[in-house]
């Protein structure tokens, strides 16, 4: 039977960022949906551009239409929904001491949301959306945040253990 490795400080850390994160997005998948209204009005102002400053040059990026702003909705929640669901996999692998297996899912849960707060947020809503033009309906710091976190915890997920060196000298 194999043994399991020492807990470590970078172990807990890893496991508690780990698992911060993963409350973090799932109370965001769960306010989006018991509370879809609120956010919908967010990704339906972003998207028709209507608090830009309507320039003409960038105006036919928009997009008016409430159903396909409604589905680029329900698909952003269900992405988080995901992603939480795989963080929360990853934290308890972590807890479990699977590192590889926790190592492996936490990195694609914190993937997916970099993804979708850098590549949907920050590029796409901000910058093809021209959301940094709108005083109301501007995300771009909410996301960055969440951008940030996620990538440090991805890279403390991927700090070396010194499991192998202990493994070595043994």
Request: neutral net charge; hydrophobic residues 50%.
């Amino acid at each position: 039977m194999p043994t399991r490795p020492p807990r470590t400080a970078l172990h807990l850390a890893t496991t508690l960022l780990t698992g911060t994160v993963a409350l973090y997005i799932a109370l965001v998948a769960f306010g989006n949906i018991t509370d879809f209204g609120t956010n919908q009005q967010f990704v339906r102002h972003v998207l028709a551009m209507d608090t830009t400053f309507k320039d003409d040059d960038l105006m036919w990026r928009a997009i008016t239409s409430k159903g396909l702003q409604d589905a680029a909705y329900v698909a952003i929640i269900v992405w988080e929904t995901v992603a939480a669901l795989v963080l929360i996999l990853g934290t308890w692998l972590w807890f479990r001491r699977d590192d590889l297996r926790a190592r492996r899912f936490s990195t694609y849960g914190l993937l997916m949301l970099m993804l979708l707060f850098g590549a949907g947020f920050i590029a796409i809503g901000g910058e093809w959306f021209a959301m940094w033009q709108s005083g109301d309906w501007n995300g771009l710091d909410a996301a960055t945040r969440v951008f940030l976190f996620s990538g440090v915890v991805l890279i403390v997920n991927h700090l070396p253990s010194g499991q192998a060196r202990q493994t070595d000298a043994a």
